[in-house]
């Protein structure tokens, strides 16, 4: 993995380099490469997302540019997916992208299987319900997204439990959101809500909080946001499938060993790593029985960018708390490092 091109992102606490191997392993199926699918394909794409899916059947014409960024004038007349797939692998050439030039349609439901999470960014409602009723026989988690003029909705349906479409809006073909196509959107409306819908797919694919058994309502009009709680119907025909579930990720990658302070010395040649990022505790170094001279102070934060400096011997790491140690540790063996060790809280106190 690329450490340092995701930097910015691991360094976040709640993110980390944990997340972003989520991400790498996670496989995203995006229905629609509109105004919706054009920023989310974008931003899932730069974000490091493994494996992304392009689902669409139309052709880039010139009243699509206003609010569609993967496209430009040149592209006129070519399939979205094919102009997408080329474009996107210009942002980033590490990701798999698979591309289905096609309308949606139930026969298409067993692709749906080789994904974590759908995402809707179809612009009409019954391509949206197929797309509903595919995810509910094939238990997947079902990010909807709709825009209305200067209104956007975002949701993450039949997950754990939780409501599905059909729950949300179960007669909508008869209802005023079935007539509200076509009635003109800014770009930027557009945009923030693929954006948004991005930002949802990577909370939830690393594991960090999602909008779960919410609706997120959007006024770019007035600037009021809502977060509704929505609930699973017990008539509605979701009730007869299994819900899905988080994909749960045992990637090698996340092996990294600990070790304990007795067993540090058995260490042929070794380096100390002190990512806690301030000078106040050398006492743990007479814990440890350590040598200064073999200590190397780098804050986790800015581990991505300084790791060069440490020699590729054994690199044993100390910090507070075994959890941080543990991240760098993997965070280490993603930049080559082959021999890393975190320090056991437990033993550290002792
Ligand atoms: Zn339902």
């Known amino acids: 993995m690329d450490v340092k091109r995701f930097s910015r992102?691991?360094?976040l606490e709640e993110f980390g380099i944990e997340g972003q191997l989520l991400l790498q392993n996670s496989?995203?199926?995006?229905?629609?490469?509109?105004?919706?699918?054009?920023?989310?394909?974008?931003?899932?794409?730069?974000?490091?997302?493994?494996?992304?899916?392009?689902?669409?059947?139309d052709r880039v014409d010139m009243s699509n540019l206003q609010r569609q960024p993967l496209y430009t004038e040149n592209d006129v007349g070519q399939y979205k997916v094919e102009v997408a797939k080329k474009r996107l692998e210009e942002f980033n050439k590490n990701i798999y992208i698979n591309i289905y030039k096609d309308y949606f349609n139930l026969s298409y439901k067993e692709i749906l299987k080789d994904y974590d999470l759908i995402l809707d960014c179809s612009d009409n409602i019954p391509t949206r319900k197929m797309l509903n009723q595919a995810c509910l026989e094939t238990g997947k988690p079902f990010l909807y997204c709709s825009i209305d003029q200067f209104t956007a909705q975002i949701a993450l349906l039949n997950y754990d439990n939780g409501p599905c479409f059909d729950?949300?809006?179960?007669?909508?073909?008869?209802?005023?959101?079935?007539?509200?196509?076509d009635r003109g959107v800014l770009g930027p409306v557009a945009g923030i809500a693929g954006i948004y819908q991005a930002l949802e797919a990577i909370k939830f694919l690393s594991n960090m909080d999602f909008l779960k058994d919410h609706l997120l309502y959007i006024d770019l009009l007035q600037h009021k946001m809502l977060k509704l709680k929505i609930q699973k119907n017990s008539e509605c025909h979701c009730n007869h499938y299994y819900s899905s579930s988080r994909k749960k990720i045992s990637a090698k990658d996340f092996d990294v060993p600990s070790i304990t302070k007795e067993k540090i010395h058995q260490l042929k040649d070794f380096v100390v790593l002190?990512?806690?990022g301030d000078d106040n505790n050398s006492d743990i170094y007479d814990k440890l029985s350590l040598?200064?001279?073999?200590?190397?102070?780098?804050?986790?934060?800015?581990?991505?960018f300084r790791a060069d400096i440490l020699p590729k011997s054994n690199v044993v790491i100390v910090c507070s708390s075994g959890s941080r140690a543990r991240q760098a540790a993997i965070l280490l063996k993603q930049l080559s490092f082959s021999n890393v060790y975190y320090l056991l809280w437990d033993e550290f106190l002792e």
Do not use: H, M
């Open 291 to 304: 040598s200064t001279k073999r200590v190397y102070k780098i804050d986790l934060k800015e581990l991505p």
């Open 167 to 181: 729950c949300l809006y179960p007669n909508i073909e008869n209802s005023s959101l079935a007539g509200c196509l």
């Open 27 to 57: 496989k995203v199926l995006i229905i629609g490469l509109g105004g919706l699918g054009s920023p989310a394909a974008i931003y899932l794409t730069i974000a490091g997302v493994g494996t992304i899916g392009l689902f669409d059947f």
């Open 274 to 276: 002190d990512i806690r």
């Open 9 to 11: 992102q691991i360094i």
